[in-house]
């Protein structure tokens, strides 16, 4: 299917600039028209994400996190969260609750399981020295949409 909508966003992975990337897809998914309960869900999961490339990918360093967003004509959004960090060795291993790569107590563990729960679909694609990205896949409610968008 063909999308309808789409956006690109780049960053320093600065912990300031997670509040920015999860207000600007919000504001870009407006056109979906989408509930007050599915605005917050997205914000949260790419808060998620971008945390993890903040925190994870690129550690103690500041550099680039990248979003892509793209809307879709039966309501569906995709939101890709790309780091060109570290990577992950084991992502089965890292989508578990409860396990982190932060030392003792600094981290819950529960960011991949949050997104789970808040999309439909979570996909994680990572290689070792080059980087994650996480793909989110929601679809929203239709609300008395107007086809005749452009």
């Known amino acids: 299917m063909k999308m ?18 999860r207000t600007a897809v919000a504001a870009f998914i407006t056109g979906l028209d989408p509930t007050m309960d599915e605005i917050t869900d997205i914000k ?13 990918g690129y550690r103690d360093s500041v550099q680039t996190v990248y979003i ?13 969260i790309k780091d060109k960090g570290c990577g992950i060795e084991d992502i089965e291993k890292a989508m578990e609750p409860l396990y982190t790569t932060c030392p003792e107590g600094e981290r819950a563990g529960l960011g ?20 994650t990205t996480v793909t989110l896949h929601r679809k929203l409610a239709m609300r008395g949409q107007d086809d005749s968008q452009e």
């Open 112 to 131: 991949f399981a949050l997104m789970q729960s808040l999309c439909d679909k979570v996909k994680v694609a990572s290689k070792p020295g080059k980087g």
């Open 44 to 56: 949260t999961a790419v808060s998620e994400a971008v945390t993890n490339c903040i925190v994870h």
């Open 4 to 21: 309808t909508n789409q956006m690109k966003l780049s960053f320093l992975s600065k912990s300031v600039n997670e509040s920015f990337a």
């Open 68 to 80: 892509t967003a793209a809307t879709y004509p039966d309501n569906r959004v995709v939101i890709k």
